[in-house]
């Protein structure tokens, strides 16, 4: 026995420093009761705040009735939070797969769009993040993700975000299933390209039979002041991936298409054991009636704006990239000793691989009040930022 304590955790995790164990809202508070304004919501997971008493009220209610049964019967609150979500979703999408994970979201997207073409390429962005699972990880294009195994898994290609030529090439090359983009690219940055390539995307996939794949991940669920990025510029893809703000806070993910891919899928070609469970169920049900009732798509298309003005005056404020509440701010210097900078004055923040530029993904729910909060805050920090960065005033 050693006296030293030693975590039994794999160490694989960058943390802030420190234990969160309560949160109300847009607040969370650890351990010894301060507290943090939560601009980074788990990672754009807790969409309708931390602890929504609707979401808690039907959490409560259920977990007492029922935690879990399999999809070998019909599940509880399954097929109304299916309903839910085709009923907000840009026509033709309209089949709903509940998974575990964002990544699994993904793989199922791919699979999907495989079985559906019967072809077997698939061609990603770069700066494209899809999961850490093998399939999502081989679709990545950030390639420091696709260390490991990743990288010998065949048929991907990617190209320059923003460049319709170069994915019309990779298509003209034959045997793509699906062509793989994240709106907002969130991990690259918050890097989103213009109308023009999504519409170019779109008809090219039309033209050589692949299918267009959206990862809205952080897009969706009303981040970016609708309820999924498509059908922004008229675009609407074959499949999308959803998982993080999905059910507030349980592990959730769905992968979505149309009647026509569904129309391949046969009983048996895809399965899970825990997806869309009825506590899973219930807290997607749970979100989406959150979102419609407390009208939080408009709250973020009119707040976000104020937001990110305020934002781009500061003099260490290079750019303010994303859209809605998915917000990259390119700093004169680095993201992480913002981030620190704003930690200590109690509000949480995210990097991103893009070491200038920090990630702001608070809940949908932040207020007017909030934003005033996080401004003051900001403003103090981006004081000493500017200083030890040497930002010119
Ligand atoms: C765009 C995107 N896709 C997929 C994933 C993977 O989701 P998960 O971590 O739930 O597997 C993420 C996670 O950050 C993501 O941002």
């Not at 999408?93 to 072809?119: D, P, Q, W, Y």
């Not at 290079?318 to 109690?346: C, N, P, W």
Request: glycine share 10%; net charge neutral.
């Amino acid at each position: 026995m050693t006296a030293e304590l030693k975590s039994a955790l794999l160490d694989v995790y960058k943390r802030m420093p420190v234990k969160i164990v309560r949160g109300q809202g847009a607040w969370v508070y650890d351990e010894s009761g301060a507290s943090y304004l939560d601009m980074y919501a788990g990672h754009a997971v807790t969409s309708t705040g931390h602890c929504h008493p609707h979401l808690v009220q039907a959490l409560s209610a259920q977990i007492q009735k029922l935690v879990f049964y399999s999809n070998a019967v019909a599940v509880e609150h399954q097929e109304e939070a299916a309903a839910l979500i085709v009923d907000e979703l840009p026509s033709p999408l309209s089949r709903v797969f509940f998974v575990n994970s964002g990544a699994e979201a993904v793989e199922n997207c791919l699979k999907m769009a495989r079985i559906a073409t019967g072809k077997q390429r698939i061609v990603g962005f770069e700066g494209g993040f899809h999961g850490r699972t093998l399939g999502a990880q081989a679709a990545t294009g950030l390639s420091k993700y696709r260390k490991g195994l990743a990288e010998l898994i065949p048929g991907h290609t990617f190209v320059p975000f923003g460049d319709a030529t170069a994915v019309a090439v990779a298509l003209a090359a034959g045997d793509v299933a699906a062509v793989i983009v994240e709106p907002v690219q969130g991990l690259a940055g918050a890097r989103t390209a213009p109308p023009e390539f999504f519409r170019a995307i779109r008809a090219l996939c039309d033209q050589h039979g692949a299918l267009l794949i959206y990862d809205e991940m952080q897009t969706g669920f009303g981040r970016t002041g609708s309820f999924t990025f498509a059908p922004r510029y008229g675009v609407v893809p074959d499949l999308m991936s959803f998982g993080k703000g999905i059910a507030s806070g349980l592990p959730v993910g769905a992968a979505v298409t149309n009647e026509k891919v569904a129309a391949t899928i046969r009983p048996g070609d895809l399965g899970t054991t825990f997806g869309g469970g009825p506590l899973a169920s219930a807290a997607v049900r749970a979100t989406i009636e959150i979102l419609r009732s407390e009208g939080i798509y408009a709250q973020v298309a009119s707040r976000a704006p104020r937001l990110r003005q305020a934002l781009s005056v500061f003099p260490s404020v290079a750019e303010v990239r994303g859209e809605g509440y998915l917000i990259g701010l390119k700093l004169h210097g680095t993201a992480a000793s913002m981030q620190r900078q704003l930690f200590d004055r109690g509000v949480l923040t995210g990097t991103s691989d893009d070491p200038a530029v920090l990630r702001l993904m608070p809940p949908l729910t932040l207020n007017d009040e909030q934003i005033d909060h996080f401004l003051e805050q900001f403003a103090r920090a981006e004081r000493v930022f500017r200083e030890t960065s040497k930002v010119p005033s």
